[in-house]
């Protein structure tokens, strides 16, 4: 099968949407309060470092499949366990994204339909993309990403008249720890979860520079993200987002400009549809991957479509409702993400570095 290949401004339109993902919708952090700036502040200084490690890993085995990679650092069994693992975590993710898609749809709009027929419809649109090959994200999301950026853009500027500075007042009122266990949410989801993109670098052209990807990626999806959560106090205060299913859609409500431009809620489900879209297809394609190498499938496409279904399957029990959902987002996902986001890969780069220095010395 021909190799895949995506440019590097085609990746980090990818990531930067990975990265705004269902976070557009489900707001991380919100123990942090009116302080969420100071959180964001500290949770992209962590994901920075972190990524460096991304970076690394992929700088170190430029061109090469992610599960390769792991086979020829910790051997067959141990390479495709470790492939297993990553599998997991990217099916258990796309599930949730399917979750978080069939709950807001389902709470904002339409309240009397199944909740799984929204996670069917949006896996469908995943299980096409990867079928039809993954560069067709990159195309896609090269048309449809700067038309989600100047929507931003245009929802901020149309909410201004609504902003009350007050609300990010006073400034650690509740103390430095709500911050740091916001900045620790906030980190683990969704800025290391970029993890998963060890298994596109594989895929990228070979100019193109993993680090400027990681880079530009965090700080474009996590500028984005800090904007629409600022948005969402300036306008409505920390008491209304508390007691808020999704707060960023009923602060985006309030816009009315002269009676004329008003009920523009729509555009979070438009961005959530964008972005959301991206994140359940890269998921969908590590998971296929993943799969595909470890029982030695050639083509990975044979198994989007079951895989996908599979994850529809499992959305629906995956919670019992919204608010244990929202529960799992804020005091468990910190937790459950660290092996995957932080152990792991961290065990990977110094692995990595020795052997490659051990190359690098035998070849002397």
Known sequence: MQKEVISQKQAIIIMSAFIIGSSSVVAAGSDAKQDYWIAWLISISMGAII????????????????????????????????????????????SLILRNFS?????????QTPSFVFGYFAAVLSIWT?????????????????????????????SIKLFDFDNLKPVLYDGIGP????????????????????????SIRKTSSPYKIYYASLLLGGIILASISIRTILIIGVPNISIQKFPIY???????????????????????????YSKGSVCLYVTTKGLSSAFNIK????????????AVLYSIFIFENAS?????????????TIPFQVIIPIIIWITAEIK?????????
């Open 250 to 276: 009923s602060a985006v409500r309030l816009i009315n400009v002269a009676d004329f431009l008003q009920r523009i809620e729509s555009t979070v489900a438009i961005s959530f549809i964008i972005t959301g």
């Open 299 to 310: 083509d990975y496409r044979k198994m989007v479509a079951p895989i996908g279904l599979l």
């Open 103 to 111: 709950e807001f749809v389902g709470i904002v709009s339409l309240n």
């Open 356 to 364: 490659s220095r051990k190359k690098a010395a035998c070849t002397l």
């Open 179 to 202: 911050v740091l266990k916001s900045s620790f949410a906030l980190f683990s989801f969704p800025y290391a979860e970029t993890v998963l993109f060890l298994y596109l670098m594989g």
């Open 51 to 94: 990524v460096a490690i991304y970076a690394r890993i992929s700088k170190l085995y430029p061109q090469e499949e992610f599960p390769t990679v792991l086979n020829t650092l910790f051997g067959k069994v141990g390479g495709t366990i470790i492939n297993l693992i990553y599998t997991w975590y990217a099916f258990h993710l796309f």
């Open 130 to 158: 990867i079928r039809s090959g993954f560069e067709v994200i990159g195309r896609v999301l090269s048309i449809f990403f700067p038309l989600f950026i100047i929507l931003v853009i245009t929802v901020d500027l149309l």
């Open 324 to 336: 244990e959902m929202f529960y799992w987002a804020t005091e468990i996902n910190p937790y459950y």
